[in-house]
């Protein structure tokens, strides 16, 4: 009786609803929640709803039997699933370092406490975040274009390939030297990672979110490409007003205050 109890959590005549089929709907619904997230706000959104309509024209006309249409429909919805991978690519990149990162399994220190290491609190000196806030506002001074990406992981940020490997410690003149228009590094992102320079003059993929501000060119664009595709903090200094902005997780803020800009280093610098 007990157990056909917890089998049968809600019967209502012939419907029986168990635990199970109550758990089965929530992860459903978050897992289709979190594609929202993921897809919400670019192009890609647009397709996937593209993709939903295509599926349900070929339901209504399967039913139907309309025997050549359902045909063409059945032969693209069988390529379907293959486009899907190809079309959806960096957004399923996205979405199984969400679920990496939500595991906390590819976190170092959670290995390290693991195997009983003794873990050293990082102590982010303000030296090295005044640096970074005095060499910005420099470049915003004299409107010299730059960007910035402070990300958590070397690991993770397989961008970082399409630069120079710098591998320097961090100063202020250095980030200033990098994005002098004489420098061969300055057309590019600057990736800093470890509290040091890790590379420079990096090509960012771009941003398709559709409701993106439309005066922003190509390298807040490529600020929010790069916030949407991994766990990075982007710092953009715009070569024509010499504003400061930071992209995160998708999201753009345009003229920053020094206290966000302070903020947001030593968030970054510190984990």
Not at 26 to 44: E, T
Not at 51 to 75: A, T
Not at 176 to 190: M, R
Not at 237 to 251: C, F, H, R
């Amino acid at each position: 009786m007990n157990e056909q109890l917890v089998l049968n959590f809600i019967k209502i005549g012939f419907l029986e609803i168990r635990i199970w089929d109550i758990l089965d709907v929530l992860l459903v619904a978050l897992l289709m929640y979190q594609v929202y997230k993921l897809l919400k706000g670019s192009i890609a959104f647009n397709i996937f709803i593209g993709f939903l309509l295509v599926y349900l024209i070929y339901f209504l006309v399967d039913l139907l039997q309309m025997d050549l249409l359902s045909n063409i429909l059945g032969q693209f919805i069988a390529a379907g699933f293959l486009a899907i991978f190809i079309v959806f690519q960096p957004e399923i990149r996205r979405f199984l370092l969400f679920i990496g990162r939500g595991t906390g399994l590819g976190d170092r220190n959670l290995w390290n406490r693991l195997l009983s290491r003794k873990i050293s609190q990082t102590v982010v000196s303000n030296r090295i975040v005044n640096g970074i806030i005095k060499a910005v506002n420099n470049l915003a001074n004299v409107k010299l274009g730059a960007l910035l990406v402070f990300t958590r992981s070397k690991g993770e940020y397989f961008f970082a390939d399409t630069g120079v490997l710098v591998n320097a410690e961090i100063s202020s003149k250095l980030i200033e030297s990098i994005f002098q228009k004489s420098s061969p590094l300055h057309d590019g992102a600057v990736i800093i990672t470890g509290q040091k320079i890790y590379a420079a003059a990096c090509v960012l993929p771009v941003s398709e979110n559709p409701n993106l501000p439309p005066r922003i060119g190509m390298r807040h664009k490529a600020a929010v490409g790069i916030s949407e595709q991994v766990d990075a903090i982007v710092i953009v200094v715009s070569e024509e007003t010499g504003n400061i902005s930071i992209a995160n997780k998708g999201k753009l803020r345009l003229k920053v205050s020094q206290n966000a800009l302070k903020e947001a280093i030593s968030t970054i610098l510190s984990e």
